[in-house]
């Protein structure tokens, strides 16, 4: 049983781009907040980006800012990351979660469980 499952990672150069996407497999993503989440090998688990479901409100961490953007397809029950200018930095796995009421930005550990993400590496 997996509610959320993300894809389109891959290996990439710096400087390309990729698109991450965030499907629930069984459960509609109505109501729900959505956001971006990354683990580089050794760190934490850090905020990327967050969308709101009432008014479509983004909101970015500083190192991403600029370059990223997180969008949201209700009908589809989707969210996406759209990812440019890929530094060697953004190398982590990307997760996705959802969200009815946390802070704002959503911190990591406000979320009990997670799904598998979805590797990005990005190469010099």
């Known amino acids: 049983q997996v509610d959320l499952v993300e894809s389109g990672g891959g290996l990439v150069q710096a400087g390309e781009s990729l698109t991450l996407s965030c499907t629930s497999s069984g459960r509609t993503l109505s109501g729900y907040s959505m956001g971006w989440f990354r683990q580089a090998p050794g760190k934490e688990r850090d905020f990327v980006a967050a969308i709101t479901w009432t008014d479509n409100k983004s909101i970015y961490a500083d190192s991403v800012k600029g370059r990223f953007t997180i969008s949201r397809d209700n009908a589809k029950n989707t969210v996406f990351l759209q990812m440019n200018s890929l530094k060697p930095e953004d190398t982590a796995v990307y997760y996705c979660?959802?969200?009815?009421?946390?802070?704002?930005?959503?911190?990591?550990?406000?979320?009990?469980?997670w799904g598998q993400g979805t590797q990005v590496t990005v190469s010099s």
């Open positions: 979660n959802k969200f009815r009421s946390a802070g704002w930005p959503p911190s990591a550990s406000s979320f009990r469980s």
